[in-house]
């Protein structure tokens, strides 16, 4: 049974399903006769979640990798530049509590231990001390200049998009440019071969569709890796407690108001408010746990953050709610079928790792695609090991941004402090961290999904504080931390002026584009 792979089906239209379409087409030549043939198929009756707004910086170079022009994807999907994430109250229930995670990796990262030196100046949050991007973010400047080329950049980016527009404009890329077949039909049966690999998904209108390897992009339904081959999914329910959200589009009350840099995400009792930037409206969310507050209280505490940061209330529109099941399936690829995205698993939208486990999941799929049946369990062994590695890492990190907070307003805060509810090796590591940050040593594999850098920043903007060792070491020599700070803010001021704000940038991509080389 070492037959050729040479068909791919993959069911689902969302993000994940364009996405890696996208990149498998490109690379694998699905244009050419010589490449291999993809198809999607995509049901007209099942809409989108389409939530998915905040993307990892990443995607930069997955989108560059399937051909397309950035000028065209940022005025197609409503696109804006996302420089990292501000969070608000999450330390403490207060006005002016703060921090961020900015993409730009601190000068002296590497040389020095800065939060040593951050130990003088307290006052200051870590990042704001340590990472000029913090200051581009404050001041609502934009990542690039008019004459910085397409997919360049003076500040790490990453975006903010409209998951719908992205999902339109990758689905015409495919069709037009990669040679993608699109079946817009509904699957209504699985038809396996008798080793148990899936032959063909049945359609209504357009019969069997056969394919050599399945790829599972049908969102929550999860049709084959769930409904078919009864994968199951580890709850993380006990880690990581948001298992509802609402989410709405709030329009800009004035049409010159300056578009946010970062994803702003300000705790609330029972979870936390997302508000994405997008060219032409706001994405503005709520993720809560059901067990913590009621379905009322949570869409009341986002109507009144709307009309607290300039919506009106009149502009709010429906507000659907979303069941979120936190958990992954540690075996997403069983026999020949890999589920990608929703249907692998979810948390909740904290830091944007739905997107960038898709954008992995395609890139591996495409690097390391079998050419025979016989190497899919090789491959598939291998990327159940990286992906449950990756999960539990994306569980480790987005559990940190709450084990720290001091909040106590409600029992959801406390309850997030509760060691039974922390991964025991993110407590291991807490415990290392007070006398060494978090570094590569932390988090040593290829492609990390968030890199020792990330979790400073949150570690330190939560207030964590590291203690003396009993020996002196000389990564803790505070005079090199200070010239990095100064560096630092030198390279802030020298910055401030000399990139546009981000609204003048965006409505320049909109007239002119971005130079192409
Ligand atoms: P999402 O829920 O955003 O992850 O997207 C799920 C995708 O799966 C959508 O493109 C749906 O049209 C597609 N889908 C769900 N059920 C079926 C089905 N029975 N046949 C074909 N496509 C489906």
Redesign the pocket.
């Given at each position: 049974m070492d037959h050729p792979i040479r068909q791919i089906v993959i069911?689902?239209?969302?993000?994940?399903?364009w996405l890696t379409a996208a990149v498998l087409a490109a690379e694998h030549q699905a244009a050419l006769d010589t490449g291999l043939r993809i198809t999607l198929?995509?049901?007209?009756?099942?809409?989108?979640?389409?939530v998915g707004e905040g993307t990892w910086p990443t995607m930069r170079d997955t989108l560059r990798r399937t051909g397309v022009s950035e000028t065209d994807f940022v005025r197609e999907c409503d696109a804006a530049f996302k420089q990292g994430s501000k969070f608000v109250r999450w330390r403490e229930e207060v006005d002016g509590d703060y921090y961020h995670h900015p993409f730009v990796l601190p000068p002296g990262f590497l040389e020095t231990h800065l939060a040593t030196g951050w130990m003088a100046h307290r006052d200051v949050p870590f990042s704001m001390l340590t990472c000029f991007q913090a200051h581009l973010c404050e001041a609502g400047k934009s990542p690039k200049q008019f004459a910085t080329p397409e997919w360049a950049s003076v500040a790490n980016y990453a975006y903010h998009l409209d998951a719908a527009k992205l999902?339109v404009f990758l689905r015409r890329h495919c069709v037009e440019k990669l040679g993608v077949r699109h079946v817009a039909?509904?699957?209504?049966e699985v038809e396996t071969h008798e080793n148990g690999d899936i032959a063909a998904?049945r359609?209504r209108e357009h019969g069997a569709i056969e394919g050599d390897l399945f790829v599972d992009?049908?969102?929550?339904?999860a049709?084959l890796i769930g409904q078919h081959y009864g994968v199951e999914i580890e709850s993380q329910k006990d880690v990581l407690f948001n298992d509802r959200a609402i989410a709405t589009r709030v329009p800009y009350a004035d049409p010159s108001v300056e578009i946010a840099c970062q994803t702003i995400s300000t705790a609330q009792e029972a979870g936390w408010i997302w508000d994405i930037g997008l060219q032409s409206r706001r994405g503005i969310g709520h993720v809560y746990s059901s067990t913590h507050t009621t379905d009322e209280a949570a869409e009341a505490a986002l109507r009144r953050y709307i009309v607290a940061t300039g919506g009106r209330e009149q502009d709010i529109e429906s507000l659907p709610r979303i069941t979120i099941r936190p958990g992954f399936r540690r075996g997403a690829w069983h026999r020949n079928c890999v589920a990608i995205?929703?249907?692998s698993g979810f948390m909740e939208p904290l830091e944007a790792s739905s997107l960038v486990m898709v954008e992995l999941a395609a890139g591996m799929l495409a690097d390391q695609m079998p050419a025979t049946r016989a190497a899919v369990d090789i491959v598939a062994r291998r990327y159940n090991d990286t992906f449950s590695y990756r999960w539990d890492r994306i569980v480790d990190f987005l559990k940190l941004h709450y084990v720290l907070s001091k909040r106590d307003d409600s029992e959801y805060w406390r309850d997030n402090r509760r060691p039974e509810t922390i991964p025991e090796r993110l407590q291991d590591l807490l415990a290392f961290w007070r006398h060494q940050p978090p570094s590569r040593y932390d988090l040593n594999r290829v492609e990390e999904v968030f890199p020792a850098a990330s979790y400073q920043f949150i570690l330190y903007g939560m207030g964590f504080t590291p203690e003396p060792r009993s020996t002196t070491r000389r990564m803790d020599d505070v005079r090199r931390s200070e010239e990095y700070f100064r560096q630092s803010a030198d390279i802030a001021r020298k910055m401030l002026p000399a990139l546009p704000g981000h609204r003048e940038m965006l409505d320049h991509v909109m007239s002119r584009g971005m130079p192409r080389i």
């Open positions: 069911l689902g239209g969302g993000s994940a399903g198929i995509e049901s007209p009756e099942v809409a989108t979640v389409g999902g039909d509904h699957m209504v998904l359609t992009c049908s969102g929550m339904r049709l995205g929703l249907s």
